[in-house]
């Protein structure tokens, strides 16, 4: 039992190592690329003309407004990646009044000026006004309650109009929406560098499995590393992949492209498929397999002391039944057979 459950903690732990080497790839061309901030850009787009902004360039043009604003975006300048409800709506109005740091194209500006007015809002300026003097009431006569809360009920008393309403009922579904895809794009990308990945070392987890169970040495070295490295709750962040490599390389599971055989070995089609299935189980990510590995180590754990608590009772088993049949006889004699009890016994018998 605890030859398998060390094969497995030993093939999870592989898979981590990879999948964690996938997830820093994925998040720079993530970050690099500014996906996060686009999609964001683009649902805010699709709000936006939802509440009346014609569709095409004036709603991006309004939704690239409030993303490189100077509160919403990134520090380098480039599109933020989180806005709130009520942060959405101040800066709209801001942006239709005109008086703020951002400005807008006079005619997207006035086509922002009419959904305004449509939705009830005639006079984006006043308005904003109005929210900002009632959310210093709301602060001075309570406290306690949060920015965010404090600025939505200020919102809801002096800007409250059909805007506002479609405002606060199609949002959160446009955020949602936005998370779903950008998950789905970074599910694809992550798909993509697992490809990268496994082709540049050759990783083939059908090997690899098959080694942990022959192998006792290797089997034994990767969960000894794994025990230790993991036994903190912060040790996916802490953990040096590079031990793991060197006995993976050093067993010659895994080819690096210095490797002057590289190309050879690339062209053996029997890997094909633990490569294939190394793909597809590292595509799942690096979280998944921590918390596998996290599993599998408190099972492993739980069995072992098992294993121990029997092997001590086992152990002192016989030790104890020499103990009680001593306490039964304290002269050290050795109790009488059955068979010889009675007059045949005895030699002190008549007859």
């Known amino acids: 039992m605890l030859k398998t459950l060390d094969v497995l903690i030993g093939a999870t732990t592989v898979l981590l190592m990879f999948s964690m080497a996938v997830t820093v790839i994925t998040q720079a061309i993530t970050s690099v690329a500014g996906r996060r901030g686009k999609h964001l850009?683009?649902?805010?787009?699709?709000?936006?003309?939802?509440?009346?902004?014609?569709?095409?360039?004036?709603?991006?043009?309004?939704?690239?407004?409030?993303?490189?604003h100077p509160l919403i975006?990134?520090?380098?300048?480039?599109?933020?990646?989180?806005i709130h409800r009520e942060e959405f709506t101040k800066l709209l109005l801001d942006l239709a009044s005109g008086k703020g740091?951002?400005?807008?194209?006079?005619?997207?500006?006035t086509k922002l000026k009419d959904?305004?007015?449509?939705?009830?809002?005639?006079?984006?300026?006043?308005?904003?006004?109005?929210?900002r003097a009632m959310a210093l009431q709301l602060e001075a006569s309570n406290p306690e309650i949060s920015n965010q809360m404090r600025d939505g009920l200020a919102i809801l008393r002096e800007a409250s109009s059909d805007f506002v309403a479609m405002v606060n009922?199609?949002?959160?579904?446009?955020?949602?929406?936005?998370?779903?895809?950008?998950?789905?794009?970074?599910?694809?990308?992550t798909m993509g560098a697992a490809v990268v990945v496994v082709l540049a070392v050759q990783l083939d987890m059908i090997a690899v499995a098959n080694r942990l169970w022959i192998d006792d040495q290797f089997r034994?070295?990767?969960?000894?590393?794994?025990?230790?490295?993991?036994?903190?709750?912060?040790?996916?962040?802490?953990?040096?992949?590079?031990?793991?490599?060197?006995?993976?390389?050093?067993?010659?599971?895994?080819?690096?492209?210095?490797?002057?055989?590289?190309?050879?070995?690339?062209?053996?089609?029997?890997?094909?498929?633990?490569?294939?299935?190394s793909i597809l189980l590292i595509s799942l990510g690096a979280p998944f397999w921590y918390?596998?590995?996290?599993?599998?180590?408190?099972?492993?754990?739980?069995l072992s002391q098992k294993d121990d608590t029997q092997r001590a009772q086992r152990q002192a088993a016989p030790g104890d039944s020499r103990t009680a049949s001593s306490s039964a006889n304290p002269g050290g004699a050795a109790p009488q057979p059955a068979w010889l009890s009675g007059e045949r016994g005895d030699l002190a018998a008549v007859g």
Do not use: C
């Open 220 to 277: 034994n070295a990767v969960v000894s590393n794994a025990t230790k490295d993991f036994a903190d709750s912060k040790a996916e962040t802490q953990v040096d992949p590079k031990p793991y490599y060197n006995l993976l390389n050093n067993t010659a599971l895994i080819t690096l492209p210095l490797d002057g055989h590289w190309f050879e070995r690339l062209k053996d089609w029997r890997k094909l498929p633990g490569m294939v299935l």
């Open 41 to 68: 850009r683009a649902g805010l787009a699709d709000l936006l003309e939802q509440l009346g902004i014609p569709a095409g360039e004036a709603a991006q043009t309004i939704a690239t407004s409030l993303l490189t």
């Open 101 to 109: 740091v951002q400005k807008l194209p006079d005619a997207v500006q």
């Open 291 to 302: 918390n596998a590995l996290k599993d599998l180590l408190k099972l492993r754990s739980s």
């Open 73 to 82: 975006r990134v520090g380098d300048g480039s599109l933020g990646t989180v």
């Open 169 to 189: 009922s199609w949002f959160d579904q446009t955020i949602d929406r936005v998370s779903e895809r950008f998950t789905k794009y970074t599910h694809w990308i």
């Open 115 to 131: 959904a305004l007015s449509k939705g009830g809002i005639s006079d984006p300026e006043q308005a904003l006004r109005n929210i």
